[in-house]
């Protein structure tokens, strides 16, 4: 079967690991201190990284540190991992659904204008499968109503806008480095931020609202949570990240490909390049009243095909949580619509073109009806 993702792991990671374990030090220690610097060298910016068990901690994080709580709103697309919403829920405070582009996925400035009210404290765009929202409209209205941006790009490791790294703005950024992603600590995420007053609340955040003197001596001045990554993931991300340039460009190779070999069809929405997408993902949109299919069923006729894909994703604002705020279908087509039509075809470094041309074979059996 070809798995709609897959990770990249050979000897170089199995040996990291191998000497973390070997040594003693399985929780946060150097290799965390180093991945940290290498992530910091990487995106450049002058920025501080601190790495998480999750993209979702650093996120979490990020609110809990700027006193994001009960009677504020947080501005998130509707189309996301859900994720982007759990946090500001997790938060006491409210989620602020806007609808995204259709073939980027990505909100945009007008969108978010929209959406504010007296009570809007924050916005979270989301970079979208690995390409970039166009920040710079977001981060003027931001500076217009006083409100924290916080980008989540938790797909969007290696992603550059406008021949920057994401990440490297200053603002707060999270990443993630799940298995699926572009590369990965097993589990683990990773914040970029430049304030030093809000990086110290975060790192308290962090690890149970520790802060030690310079005698040692230990603190608690302020809650915090259990959110550190161990040395062993972070040996891992050592070595992936020194082969995420090269991942990314296989997956650039991969995608064009695609685009080479996918059809022009009615029933067909591609998603769109742009410049600096590290392609996380490739998601497809297809009609399934005109193909005559359901998508349970065209997931059935790839699977016979040794072909897995995946959804990615159903629309946030319709699932049972998020319908306690009043949001209803209807309320944002394209989101709707992106979550019904959705299709993530297998996108990852180990595939091969050969397997790309296996995949639009099997994408034009379905437009055509001859599976």
């Known amino acids: 079967m070809l798995p709609f993702t897959r990770p990249t792991i050979d000897n170089e990671e199995l040996e990291a690991i191998k000497e973390v374990l070997q040594s003693g030090w399985l929780a946060t220690g150097p290799k965390v201190a180093a991945f940290e610097a290498a992530l910091a060298d990487y995106i450049g910016g002058d920025v501080q990284l601190r790495v998480f068990n999750s993209g979702t901690s650093a996120l979490e994080a990020v609110l809990l540190a700027y006193g994001i709580g009960p009677g504020d709103e947080v501005i998130v697309p509707a189309m996301s991992f859900v994720a982007s919403a759990n946090i500001i829920v997790r938060c006491g405070a409210t989620p602020k659904f806007v609808d995204v582009d259709l073939v980027s996925r990505n909100i945009d400035a007008a969108a978010v204008a929209a959406a504010i009210t007296p009570n809007t404290k924050a916005i979270i765009p989301v970079h979208f499968a690995g390409r970039p929202v166009d920040m710079d409209p977001i981060y003027q209205l931001a500076k217009q109503h006083n409100l924290l941006v916080l980008e989540d790009a938790a797909q969007a490791i290696g992603t550059q806008y406008k021949g920057r790294q994401i990440g490297s703005s200053g603002n707060p950024v999270c990443f993630s480095f799940h298995p699926n992603k572009n590369m990965t600590t097993i589990e683990g995420g990773a914040l970029a931020i430049s304030d030093p007053v809000l990086l110290k609340k975060i790192e308290g955040i962090r690890f149970h609202g520790i802060v030690r003197d310079s005698e040692g001596g230990m603190d608690v001045p302020a809650w915090g949570g259990k959110m550190n990554m161990p040395d062993v993931g972070a040996a891992l991300g050592l070595v992936q990240l020194k ?109 091969e073109e050969k397997d790309v041309d296996q995949v639009c074979s099997a994408v034009l059996s379905l437009l055509n009806g001859s599976y």
């Not at 490909?257 to 069809?265: G, N, T, V």
């Not at 193909?291 to 629309?315: C, D, F, M, W």
Request: net charge neutral.
């Open 243 to 351: 082969k995420l340039d090269g991942f990314n460009q296989k997956r650039r190779v991969l995608v064009d490909r695609y685009f080479q070999q996918l059809p022009k069809h009615d029933a067909l929405v591609l998603p769109a390049d742009a410049e600096g997408h590290s392609w996380h993902m490739f998601c497809v949109l297809l009609d399934w009243e005109k193909i005559g299919l359901s998508r349970n069923q065209a997931l059935e006729v790839l699977k016979q095909q040794a072909i897995t894909a995946g959804i990615h994703y159903p629309a946030m604002h319709l699932f049972s949580l998020y319908r306690q705020y009043g949001y209803e279908p209807g309320d944002f087509p394209n989101a709707e619509r992106i979550g019904e039509q959705t299709l993530t075809l297998p996108l990852f470094p180990g595939m």
